[in-house]
């Protein structure tokens, strides 16, 4: 597993997700593609509080102190208790964009560890520093697809009657 990939990977997805998220109509912001589905906003809030509280703080613990017990996070519960929906989606952005920046600085600046160092998680078992890094990277993966069909849903519903299927099959 190479981690200087992975690690380049995630700090090439940040222009990605800004160019995603950045290009999102005010009326998109909002816009939920399902009844339980999240909008825009959720997603970039969640992007986030993922970046902050999940991947690098669980990988710091996992490879600096893996004796000690991850802080317990909460994705589905954060948008009421951390008023998702209040957010400004500009600022939230930006946030994002500059979590993601100190987390690259942060990864770059690791030096010597040991990746395969193991944390023994109660439900899911060992897991080490570099399953922690690659589901990171899955984790931006997973949600650009989102944004991507979302975008999808959102250019179908504004198209009313008009046939997508020239362009083809999603």
């Not at 809030?45 to 993922?50: A, N």
């Amino acid at each position: 597993m190479d981690i200087d990939f992975m690690i380049n990977r995630l700090d090439g997805n940040k222009d990605v997700f800004e160019h995603l998220l950045k290009n999102v109509s005010k009326d998109q912001i909002y816009w939920r593609p399902g009844e339980k589905k999240w909008c825009y906003l959720e997603v970039v809030c969640h992007l986030v509080d993922e970046e902050r509280e999940d991947f690098k703080q669980r990988l710091s613990f996992t490879l600096l102190s893996p004796e000690e017990t991850w802080p317990p996070i909460d994705p589905e519960g954060w948008i009421k208790k951390r008023k998702y929906m209040k957010q400004n989606y500009d600022e939230v952005i930006q946030q994002f964009l500059a979590e993601r920046s100190h987390s690259i600085d942060w990864l770059h600046s690791l030096d010597k560890v040991n990746w395969d160092t193991e944390y023994h998680h109660s439900i899911i078992g060992k897991f080490t520093g570099k399953q922690i890094l690659a589901n990171w990277l899955a984790h931006d993966l997973l949600h650009m697809r989102q944004i991507n069909r979302m975008n999808y849903q959102f250019l179908r519903e504004m198209a009313g009657n008009i046939n997508l299927e020239y362009a083809g099959v999603w």
